[in-house]
């Protein structure tokens, strides 16, 4: 049974040309610049008409057809999509999945007699939830796409929506976010099983100690494993930088005697053998992978339900604007 996974990336947008560092845009100053119609009165025209304007350009994207990769092996299209220009929110139902490569089916209780032929010119699809939410009064916005555990069309969707602001000389800059309560309580729920020391520069005598058919690999690194053990995060954290040095042992030939020498790296698993490591030092910033609840398919379906989908990820949503701090303009 495929379960529902979902990835948020908070995203900002930048103008083309524009060097590192400079001022990203104030969404509205993007909308207001670039979804104004001509039929629209510049003196009258109001934020919620602008927004339905850009959700307009993002639909006719798909021009009624599938958007495939590169490669042509995955392709999606809208489904359904749903605009609440009041909350600056798009979302709704986008189907894709793998093209034909002349894949046969079965029965999985019988491989010898094939059921069908998918072929090259055919598509399978999923359906996947995404809700794009990019407010007016902002420079941030959020993006969320649902995935299954083994099936996921991310990159497609985050390209397509990427196209949607290159359009107009503009780059969505995004990364993955995790809301901070989720983190939390996936290490409240976790135990340390591992530990990785990782060291990516070598000098050259020191790599000439290790061995001499070393002694000319710049790019030479080192990465020691510890493992067997399972511990609560709190208290192996706690037990890990009590000594001044992480490693006690004599490792001066690698250049590992210090703890700035090398990188630590600490990985966790929950009851459900959910896997997820983090930078010892910034734990917070764990990356572990969201899933959502059995209850929000649709009843007797292995897929996500629309409506379910957009109550709980609006819920989400609203945690989320309180952690980033955005407070809505009058």
């Given at each position: 049974?495929?379960?529902?996974?979902?990835?948020?990336?908070?995203?900002?947008?930048k103008e083309r040309g524009k060097r590192a560092g400079e001022e990203y845009q104030q969404l509205?100053?993007?909308?207001?610049?670039?979804?104004?119609?001509?039929?629209?009165?510049?003196?009258?025209?109001?934020?919620?008409?602008?927004?339905?304007?850009?959700?307009?350009?993002?639909?006719?994207?798909?021009?009624?057809?599938?958007?495939?990769?590169?490669?042509?092996?995955?392709?999606?299209?809208?489904?359904?999509?749903?605009?609440?220009?009041?909350?600056?929110?798009?979302?709704?139902?986008?189907?894709?999945?793998?093209?034909?490569?002349?894949?046969?089916?079965?029965?999985?209780?019988?491989?010898?007699?094939?059921?069908?032929?998918?072929?090259?010119?055919?598509?399978?699809?999923?359906?996947?939830?995404?809700?794009?939410?990019?407010?007016?009064?902002?420079?941030?916005?959020?993006?969320?796409?649902?995935?299954?555990?083994?099936?996921?069309?991310?990159?497609?969707i985050i390209g397509h929506i990427r196209e949607v602001f290159r359009k107009y000389n503009t780059?969505?800059?995004?990364?993955?976010?995790?809301?901070?309560?989720?983190?939390?309580?996936?290490?409240?729920?976790?135990?340390?099983?591992?530990?990785?020391?990782?060291?990516?520069?070598?000098?050259?005598?020191?790599?000439?100690?290790?061995?001499?058919?070393?002694?000319?690999?710049?790019?030479?690194?080192?990465?020691?494993?510890?493992?067997?053990?399972?511990?609560?995060?709190?208290?192996?954290?706690?037990?890990?930088?009590?000594?001044?040095?992480?490693?006690?042992?004599?490792?001066?030939?690698?250049?590992?005697?210090?703890?700035?020498?090398?990188?630590?790296?600490?990985?966790?698993?929950?009851?459900?053998?959910?896997?997820?490591?983090?930078?010892?030092?910034?734990?917070?910033?764990?990356?572990?992978?969201?899933?959502?609840?059995?209850?929000?398919?649709?009843?007797?379906?292995?897929?996500?339900d629309y409506e379910k989908g957009r109550v709980y990820t609006n819920g989400m949503l609203d945690?989320?604007?309180?952690?980033?701090?955005?407070?809505?303009?009058?």
């Amino acid at each position: 049974m495929a379960k529902l996974q979902l990835s948020i990336y908070q995203f900002v947008l930048k103008e083309r040309g524009k060097r590192a560092g400079e001022e990203y845009q104030q969404l509205g100053v993007f909308y207001r610049e670039n979804f104004v119609r001509d039929e629209d009165d510049l003196q009258t025209v109001t934020r919620d008409k602008i927004y339905l304007n850009f959700i307009e350009d993002f639909i006719n994207l798909f021009d009624n057809e599938f958007r495939l990769n590169p490669n042509e092996t995955k392709g999606i299209g809208i489904h359904k999509i749903h605009p609440y220009p009041s909350s600056y929110i798009i979302d709704g139902i986008i189907k894709g999945g793998p093209t034909g490569i002349e894949q046969e089916i079965f029965n999985v209780d019988d491989m010898v007699n094939p059921e069908g032929l998918i072929e090259e010119d055919k598509l399978t699809t999923l359906p996947y939830y995404f809700k794009l939410w990019a407010p007016y009064d902002s420079q941030t916005g959020i993006l969320m796409i649902q995935s299954y555990t083994d099936y996921g069309v991310n990159n497609l969707i985050i390209g397509h929506i990427r196209e949607v602001f290159r359009k107009y000389n503009t780059t969505m800059v995004y990364e993955r976010f995790i809301p901070t309560e989720i983190k939390e309580q996936y290490i409240a729920d976790s135990s340390v099983y591992k530990i990785a020391f990782l060291k990516n520069t070598l000098s050259r005598s020191a790599r000439e100690r290790l061995n001499p058919a070393f002694t000319d690999s710049e790019g030479l690194e080192v990465r020691i494993e510890i493992k067997g053990f399972n511990n609560d995060p709190d208290n192996f954290l706690h037990s890990l930088f009590t000594p001044e040095h992480i490693i006690g042992s004599n490792l001066s030939d690698l250049e590992m005697n210090n703890n700035d020498d090398y990188k630590t790296i600490i990985y966790y698993k929950d009851d459900q053998n959910h896997k997820a490591h983090a930078s010892a030092e910034k734990h917070v910033e764990i990356t572990p992978t969201i899933y959502l609840p059995e209850s929000l398919k649709e009843t007797s379906k292995d897929y996500i339900d629309y409506e379910k989908g957009r109550v709980y990820t609006n819920g989400m949503l609203d945690k989320i604007k309180t952690e980033i701090n955005y407070t809505p303009s009058e």
